[in-house]
């Protein structure tokens, strides 16, 4: 009963089916297959408006080409002092830039506010002393669970385009704050000024690849060539591409973060006193004391304490695929606590 | 009827029933699963010897960072000039270790020789002005579908050594040459003196990931975070040491590697007066005038020009699942010519 | 009168003319000459241990060199929040090491302490998903004028050596601070577990050259190449190598800075109740209304405002060349307020 | 009586000077200084035209910066297989842009011609798996002591512009270059197509700065963080920017350069027989035996043997302030071989 990492979810069998399908044909390699020729066109549907999507293997893959097409090696990236790419991928950033610096800003929730970015951008000087930022990297959902409205990415995107910066955004959970929002997907990202967004499959019933979107086709012009250098362009793409198609063209990715996010909810309501963060997606941190956690782990339960929300705090995240029976055996555990 | 690139190749039905065979599985991410943990023993056992083995997305990723892990940035890597790394990789290498050098070397055939580096290294110096090599890049079956003896990498291996440099092994097709020398693995490895390996799979029936090998533990240190860093690590890791798995468990790499080598040599046996290098892998590089070429594109067959070996030369590469009938159909093309 | 920076401080008459007793001989190039070659015999004698010394052109230079040499492109650096390194050197250590990471802690009066790196390391993990410290940065005398101790060095040096970290120091005023201690060098570089010095010589009579110091040769070894490829090795070494050594042969350094240090004491001395740092070296932090601070400047003293320290401070920085006259009236303005 | 290098050259008087001269202000650090603010100014009026001009402390740190500034971290630079950024500078290009490549084009007497440069491009192609260039480095004088006409130099810049090339020029040693055509710096540079220049001072009478000029403002851009972050950036900058305008404001530049030609020539005009390459500059390459050699290093003389143009090769490098009685004293030498 493992409510670890959504990373332990099984692939959904529509991507499963997909790959196998496309075994049999012999197109050219690389990106000169039919499924990769389609990537740009689906997602463009999906979000209304020219898309270029580039496969690749990670969600810290993604963030860190993102990031390195719209910041110089000499530039820096404000984002919340717990953003992924700060706290899990070993400085990808840095490795994809050849040394940008991460510009690290505190603020409750996860979530960042033009608040916190004014004060701390005023602690900074714009001479040539110091790095200067290039752009605003969000995460959606937050690694807190919590999920922007469309206005709020609009203001802090806002605030960064007033500066010059570009705006990426790390949507691991893009599907869960979309099915949280019940916006259309264009409503949160482009529509509120996003110009490059990883578009995470993976956790939310992928295999093994990610998108990488760019809604603004020049920060895309060195991203070819980018991926390729960094190794990250398959010589059989086809099998990344139908991936991604299985993911976006029937449904798959909001129906899989319905049902996770849902399954949240169900957590949620069991404990609603417990919750150190309104749950918004598929994560739930808790008060739970050390004697509770021992409680809940000798009945077979799994999960990560969560020191960065104190010495109470424990991190549940629900799986796409989790069963309805663990779910519902989770949340009579923490009832009966 | 296409004999462009074995890129072009489908799945082995095993790597696809062992990627659907993890899925249902809920293991701990990246490579905390059972599969993963599987991978040193089981290319240790292929290998005879101790092996750090580390599942990447492509070729390109195993070529630099394997040489990322040996080479500092400062440093030089000896490599024939029509190595892959230096044509076909996008400057990788470059990318991997920010800023080293690849010191090109020429001789016939695609391989190396301990005179042609012997003659490259008489024209430089080893003071602080220029720079140092720290590794010596082999390609296994090289570029030119020429095969290394174990003697002639001991050799060139022997070479690289007296000089301090590791030898790193290009093996995209790796499988092909072994098969052709009907040796071990061993053999032609770190028995020889190779350090590193890039063992190829996706071309010869893998779907998305290769094989990074380590026979010098030491060597092998910094991998972990290199590869997190660059985004290769997948969050999801049984689904590509599954792959890798499949085929060296069952023998399936030897065998489609042996099935690609039997229909290039198929193919040769009906046109010898036209082979510009000798055929020992699956690939063939044959004088056929623009007319010739003409006349069998226009009967279906693809493949490249390939300038590189003059004007009237033409490359066919053999895929592990390239239809009999089709193999047939191009010897007997070419004959009639 | 000028309290901005040390950075406006004239050169002292022994650096000219040893600049200018250089000019006539030919020796060889790069290093290649007398003066280059007498530097780590120089710089043995004044440290009382085998030193390994480079001249190279800034501080900024000096500091991210000297990181680069122990410090992984995916390894981190912990310092001050308020160091040099993060603050005014432009991401140069991310530049130098093509993307490593400052880790950064925050303390009061710009000194480290055991127990604020503690709770930094804390927060973080030793996985593979963040990146890890590979040295300790100290500066020596701090951003805020304050100056460590033998036994406090030795103290964060046995914290960082206990976690196999190297420990460089940037010592931009060092001489500030050994003035100040009254020590010998050694007894607060080598002997307290520094391994890497940033010499500072500019600021405190120097022209252009800084010397970058290694008490451990073996971090030095790929110094020579890396000094080099940055454009850092000068090509008439003996300029650089003639600065240096005027500095440190006839105790230039020493005397220098107990000029500016004993000037510092003046003024302290002057306003004891408005110093918001203790003053150690050649820098005051006074509590200073803008009121205050217009009233000075309106009588034609220059300085800078200091809003790292608050909205009432401001810093005033002595030269080794600063006139009486001028300390004598800074001092008296000050007391008039 | 020493013929290596020009780095064995002493510092014009002008230049002591000049240094000495500016050691008694005070002004404000890093480049806000009336000298260094000075610099645009006067090189402007010496090319005629708008320049931006940096002072850097090597000619390595010009050439890499300048190009860091027009290519990519992906791309490459098309230059000459004996061109100082590939031979003598460390792979400082590498460094610089964190892994660019250097395209290497061999030709005659050091000098690249757009025949050269065409065969060396057909050999490349345009996709996404080779590196792309994107700027053409030509050497003025060029290592083998020639000299490109204006003409010569308008060709091969409207062959690199005709494909989005920037145009760099590594003028080591300019200054001989100009003496020798008698054009103006104009004709031969931004008039000529040339985008930026490492216009050398140090080899030709200057101490240590030389200049890196930008004809083309949007490629200067990024040049001043990058080279704060190199550390290349003086806290003094007053010193190295005294050095530059004291070399060009008086005209020392051409004197020496002329100097040291005339020097060539008159050693030159006594073995015309033996000259490998004509003499344009203040370089000579000579026919001499391992024999004549000796006999001429058991006189006094010192050069270096020059392998790269055959074992019966010889290097002279004549020095600006090279005494006219070791010249004529070489010549006899010579002549009497």
Known sequence: ?????????????????????????????????DWSARLDGAFSTLF???????????????????????VPTYGGVWCHNEAHIEVDEAGA??????????????SPNGKLTVEALDAAA????G?????????LSLTQATEAGTV?????????????????????????????AVAHLGCSPADVTWKAGVDILSFG????????AEALLFFRPDLAESLPVRRKRAGLMPSKGRFAAAQLLAMIEGGVWLENARASNGAAQTIAAAVPDRLLVPVQANELFLRLTPAERDTLRAQGFS???????????????????????????????????
Chains 1, 2, 3, 4 share one sequence.
């Open 201 to 208: 499959c993976i956790k939310n019933g992928g295999m093994s």
């Open 127 to 135: 001479d040539v002393h110091q790095v200067q930022p290039a752009a």
């Open 303 to 337: 999960f990560y304490d969560w020191e960065l929300s104190g010495p109470d705090a424990a991190r549940f995240v629900v799986r796409w695929d989790q069963e309805p029976q663990v779910i519902a055996a989770l949340a009579a555990a923490l009832r009966a606590l």
């Open 48 to 70: 209304g408006t020219p898309v270029r999507a580039f496969a690749v293997p990670s969600g810290t893959a993604a963030n860190a080409l993102g990031l390195a097409a719209c």
């Open 148 to 176: 922007y409205t469309p206005d709020e990415v609009a203001n802090l995107s806002g605030w960064a385009k007033a500066r010059g910066l570009a705006v990426q955004m790390d949507g691991a959970r893009f599907a869960n």
């Open 1 to 33: 009963m493992d409510f670890n990492s959504d990373n332990a979810a099984g692939v959904h069998p529509a991507v499963l089916e997909a790959v196998a399908a496309v075994s049999g044909a012999h197109p050219r390699g690389y990106d000169a297959d």
């Open 122 to 125: 005023a602690r900074r000087r």
């Open 93 to 106: 950033v840095g490795f994809y830039t050849a040394g940008a610096t991460l510009m690290l800003v505190p």
